[in-house]
Structures are given as C-alpha cells and as structure tokens.
C-alpha cells in the first residue's frame, strides 16, 4: 500500500480547480496536450500533473 498516493480527480473537479468549464477541459483533451487519462469512460486526472502542464505553458491555444 502507498501511502500519501495523490488521488485522481474527475473531469468536474478539474475544470473547478482551475476556473474554466468542464466543455474547455473537454477541447484541451482534444487539441491538446493535457495530461489526461481515461479509465473506463471517465477522464481523471492528478493535479501535479496539470499544475506542471500549466505552468510550461502548454495550456495556451494558438
């Protein structure tokens, strides 16, 4: 057991955490880069993953 393990968070949480609406996570997931992963029929995500994604500036759509 890992203890301390960052927990994965839903498409929901994600668009909360970082201010924009769940329909902008959805386009990124498509034009993209972000760091997402499908299990099952669900996005989840971990946050240090997007943070880091952010801040390398990748987020921004030409």
């Keep these: 057991?890992?203890?301390n393990a960052e927990k994965w968070c839903s498409?929901?949480?994600?668009?909360?955490?970082?201010?924009?609406?769940?329909?902008t996570i959805?386009?990124?997931i498509k034009k993209t880069d972000?760091?997402?992963h499908k299990i099952g029929r669900q996005w989840k995500f971990k946050v240090s993953e997007v943070d880091t994604?952010?801040?390398?500036?990748?987020?921004?759509?030409?």
């Design 1 to 3: 057991m890992v203890l």
């Design 11 to 23: 498409l929901e949480e994600i668009a909360g955490y970082l201010g924009v609406t769940k329909d």
């Design 26 to 28: 959805r386009n990124w």
């Design 34 to 36: 972000v760091p997402a």
């Design 53 to 62: 994604w952010v801040k390398s500036g990748k987020s921004a759509l030409d």
